[in-house]
């Protein structure tokens, strides 16, 4: 049986720019099933595979930053009958740093077919063949002609792999299969079908390539007319499969005024956070190796600033900040700092005393929007003894709390928006209601207004 997956693992990585270049690292799992002395064209697909894996083997000689080892599966006990089959055929023949072409070659020309097919169980074996390392990208190339036969599900056991951040997605190419039985394959990663002894040898070049050759990315973060212009946010590439955060990176415009290309690798499925306020993400990203891909993602973004009006005693002021229409809290922002956000309209609580609320607020593409608070007056609350009581602002002829007096003070600074208040207070030391005592008083802006507790 002979078909070609390719799978990849690599340490966790913060940042697309490599600082040094990964190991990469290829395992070789070749099937010597009894199905491989099936005839293929000019000869036996053993033959075959054999041939032209050892002419891939002489070009990979001198490549540096490479390291090659071998696993075969069906070659060491006879295939007897369907109940009767050795399921664990599976052996590491030449592992990582044991001799490399060389050694391999030697192992592929002993293997003689025999037995059966588990794709499944060698797959879930291979994972084992790497030793451990802190920058390496390992790859595993399975040959194999046809499917699973020993009632592995070799789907299921690459989902697991990648979901652990194992390997990656695989890349599978099949021999002289069926067409009914591609879709078989499909599911484990990337399918190539070789028809012929030539599409094998190109298909075998093809992984190779997108194995070793860089890839190159660029993010375009589209405006409100669908041009790149947006930057200078945060990007996060998580593995679509495993959810890993795989990479960091903030968006750059280079010295042309173009997104910068990143270098990401090519061998998974990714899901894309872009930061802005709120954020947008984009799902299964496939990049193609070996070429210049572009990602596009909507982030048209303007910025809205608030400002009082006039000299303030606010200090820290913020609103909270909300999608229009929604309840949950998008943003805290602070008064006077410029806060950048998508394009959209949003509703917004200022904590003034008492809260300002303004719904509907646009942010407009490039655009700067200006929120402005009236300026406070400074209510001077002054009382003869340490006591309980509130603030309510006056609307119509309801009382809206706004505001509790400290009980360990005598005099109270507040800043409180324009309007109409009561104050409604009673000493420590009396017993009856009787006591207590209220006020009403006007604020305007600017001023300061006293008011006294007698």
């Known amino acids: 049986m002979l078909a070609l997956g390719f799978l990849l693992s690599f340490s966790n990585t913060t940042s697309a720019q490599e600082k040094a270049k990964p190991l990469n690292r290829i395992l070789f799992v070749f099937d010597g099933s009894q199905s491989m002395f099936g005839r293929w064209e000019s000869g036996m697909k053993i033959d075959i595979a054999k041939q032209l894996l050892n002419e891939l083997l002489d070009s990979l000689k001198n490549v540096e930053n490479l390291e090659l080892a071998l696993r075969a599966y069906g070659h060491q006990s006879p295939f007897i009958s369907s109940t009767q089959r050795d399921c664990k055929d599976t052996r590491l023949e030449v592992p990582f740093g044991g001799g490399g072409v060389p050694a391999i070659k030697k192992a592929l020309d002993k293997i003689q077919p025999k037995g059966t097919t588990p794709i499944a169980y060698s797959l879930e074996q291979s994972a084992k063949d790497f030793p451990p390392c802190g920058n390496c990208r390992n790859m595993i190339i399975l040959i194999t002609d046809g499917i699973e036969e020993c009632d592995g599900d070799p789907c299921a056991i690459s989902m697991a792999l990648q979901a652990k951040g194992i390997v990656l997605k695989p890349f599978v190419i099949g021999i002289g299969l069926d067409l009914e039985l591609i879709d078989r394959f499909k599911c484990i990663g990337s399918y190539f079908n070789a028809k012929n002894e030539r599409s094998f040898k190109d298909i075998l070049n093809v992984v190779i390539s997108q194995a070793l050759n860089p890839t190159s990315v660029q993010v375009n973060l589209l405006d409100i007319n669908s041009n790149p212009t947006e930057t200078d946010v945060n990007m996060t590439f998580y593995d ?163 505001y509790s007096l400290d009980p360990n003070l005598t005099s109270e600074s507040i800043p409180l928006q324009p309007g109409t208040y009561k104050v409604v207070f009673r000493p420590t030391g009396s017993k009856r209601a009787f006591y207590t005592i209220e006020q009403d008083f006007t604020i305007f802006s600017g001023k300061s207004q006293l008011v006294e507790l007698k």
Do not use: C
């Not at 820290?316 to 900040?321: D, G, H, K, P, S």
């Not at 008064?335 to 005393?353: C, F």
């Open 240 to 402: 679509a499969i495993s959810g890993q955060m795989v990479y960091n990176i903030v968006h750059t415009m280079n010295h042309r005024g173009l997104p910068d290309t990143l270098g990401i690798d090519p061998l998974t499925t990714y899901r894309m956070k872009v930061h802005t306020v709120p954020s947008v993400t984009k799902d299964s990203i496939v990049l193609i190796p070996g070429i210049h891909n572009i990602i596009a993602i909507d982030a048209p973004q303007g910025d809205l600033i608030l400002k009082v009006q006039g000299k303030h005693d606010y200090e820290n002021l913020q609103a909270i900040v909300r999608k229009g229409g929604e309840t949950n809290t998008l943003n805290l922002q602070k008064v006077s700092k410029k806060q950048r956000y998508l394009v959209g309209t949003y509703d917004l609580e200022i904590q003034t005393l008492p809260r300002m609320y303004v719904s509907g607020v646009n942010v407009a593409q490039s655009h700067t929007t200006t929120v402005e608070i009236p300026q406070p007056g400074m209510a001077h609350i002054m009382r003869n003894s340490k006591g309980v009581g509130d603030v309510f602002v006056k609307e119509g002829v309801n009382l809206n709390w706004i």
